[in-house]
Every structure is written in C-alpha cells, then in structure tokens.
C-alpha cells in the first residue's frame, strides 16, 4: 500500500490520531486524482457548449471568458496527468499532500469561476436556447464536482457556488417569477448536495481511517512496531521507481551478534526489550524516506533510495553498525551487542526486492565468513 507511512524517525511508530488524520488526509487528497477520464470528458462538453453558445449568441465577452475558461481547464487536465503517478503511488507526508491538494485546486477553482461567468452573460443576453443549455451544462459539472472531488467537500461546495452563483443571481435580478423560482430551486439544490457531500466524506473518512489503522497493524511487527517483510514488500514496489526514477537503490541486510547470549542470560523478555531498543536506534539512524523493517527473529533491513553514489549505501551502513554497537540498558542491565551488515546497490528498476535481499544476505553471510568484527565492517 503507498499510503504506509514507515520511513524515517517517528513516522514508523506513529500511532497517535495527529498521524492517523495526516495519513487519512493524504488518501482524501489521492482521490482527487484518481481518474482524469472525468476531466477529459468536461473538456469535450465544454468545447462543445462554447461551440454552440458563440454560434447562437456571436458575444465578443463569451469568447474571451470561454478562451481563459479552456485554458485553465486544459492546465487542470494536465496537472492530472501529470501528477497521477505521484499523487496515487508516492508515499505522502501533509506537507505535499497539501501541494498536490493546491495544484488540483488552483485550476479547477478558476474554470469554475469563468464557467460561471459565462453562465451569468448567457442570462444577461436573455438567449432562451442558450439559457436552457447553461443550465444543463452547469447542473452536469455541478455533479462532476460532486463525483470527482467529494473527497474534500470544503472544495467541492466552494467549486459548486462559484460555478452556480452568478448566474443564480442574474436570474434573481430579473424578479420574474420562473427566473426566482428557477435561482431558489438551484439554490437548494447546491445547498442540499452540500449536506450530502459532508455525509459521504464523513463515512468515507471513517472509513479510510479504519482500514489504514487494519492495514497498518497487519503490516507491522508485533514487537517493534517496525514495518514487517510484507509492508517492506509493499512499501519498495509503491515506492522505488518513483523516489528513485534515476538515482540508485541500497539494500542493508542486517543481523544482531551476541543476542542469543542475552536472551539466553537474561530471559526472552530481556531479549524483547532489547529488539525493541535495537528497532529505535535504527529509525533514528536512517533518513525521511528511507526504510527499515524488522524480517524476523534479530534480521532487519534497511532501503534507501535516491542515492546519487554508492559510498552513501556504506556510510549508512557504517552507522548502523555504530548505532548498535554502543552499549543498551535493559531491564538494568547494561548489554553489548554488535550488528554485521551486508550491502547491495542497484541502478536497475528491474529488480526486486526478494532478489535484492537475497543478495545482501550473501553479503552479509561473506562478512561472517571472513571473521568481520561487525562494528568495523565495511560491506
């Protein structure tokens, strides 16, 4: 799953309901790049209703406003394009969920707005024919942003008014019967999809919320809370060709040495608490957007992506031997460990992970062989 949130620092063990709404955030916000087929769609009829208008009316304002409406639209539509990949499959912090949020919104507000402007000029005109189309173009982009953007309906409902509004008040001005009934009628409208906007993203809400706390849980070691081999699985195919389109790949395969004897001195809960403080120091040791995950028993690994050179893999790999060859307090005990690490660097988006981890553990097993003392070795 891209949403899971399990780089560097906090963002692993995050289980308070700050991190839970950011990542809940960040799903909302990939919605709204879900498909741009709706988009391609609205380009049609709205060429199409321009088309026609201009034919019927020849109105100098129309095609001006038409002209700047076709050009925010297309930059909407390739925005979407454009920024799909990334909206759906990067992993997103509300920092950039709030950008991606913005470049879908700066658009699709101005066409609203331009959409709306031609609608109150079409009324001002008095064309009847004109009228009756604006109508059914407004009330079929009105349910567009219903579809397409319910997902934040803060954005929908202030898209819906700024498309609906000036005409609705054109109509009211002409203080004729139909043309009031006509505004009031639309107006409820408006304000009736309003409400259901909210109803519909409060479930969807609740909804995301309960399956990312389900997905997270299943995708996180009991102990540590680290991401397990399957969210690592997950995380590196969502992830790789997207942080690292042409930078390099480190895979780190890493083993414990001398956690047997704590266990075995000490008792298995000893040897829990110690895993669990081995699982802090590595979060803090790796970068934003790295990875590490526990594999089982005392094995971890660690991904890094985007590296410009091979020597950043090594000193990462430095530091994780570093990191745990200081000495733990556990249950008041004070236990030295060590860790052997073993290396592998890709250029190749081809490869995946098992075939990368499997290769660190040769690596790894090689600095074994050759009698490594881990805290020194360089893999």
Known sequence: ???????????????????????????????????????????????????????????????????????????????????????????????????????????????????????????????????????????GFCAGIATGVGSRPKLATLFMAMAMAPTLLVALLEARPLSIGLAMIAGLFVMGGRQSLRMRHDMVKAEIGHRLVSLSLARRDNLTALPNRLALHEHFEANAKVMSPHGLIAVHYLDLDGFKPVNDAYGHGTGDRLLEQVANRLRSAIRNGDIVARLGGDEFAVVQFGLTRAEEANLLAERLRNTIAQPFDVDGHLVGISACVGTVVSNDRGDRLEHLLQHADARLYQAKRARCTPARQVA
């Open 1 to 139: 799953m891209s949403g899971i949130l399990s780089a560097a620092n906090p963002a692993d063990g995050e289980s308070g309901s700050s991190a839970l709404a950011d990542r809940v955030y960040a799903e909302l916000v990939r919605a709204l790049y879900a498909s741009p087929v709706q988009a391609i769609y609205m380009a049609f009829i709205f060429t199409a209703y321009l088309a026609l208008v201009l034919l019927a009316t020849a109105d100098g304002p129309i095609g001006v406003l038409g002209t700047l409406a076709a050009v925010s639209w297309a930059t909407r539509l390739t925005l979407a394009i454009r920024l799909r990949r990334n909206a759906v499959t990067a992993q997103l912090d509300r920092a950039s969920a709030r950008r991606l949020e913005l470049m879908f919104a700066v658009p699709y507000g101005t066409f609203s707005a331009l959409l709306g402007l031609i609608g109150a000029r079409v009324f001002v005109l008095a064309h009847n024919d004109a009228r009756t189309l604006t109508i059914c173009v407004l009330v």
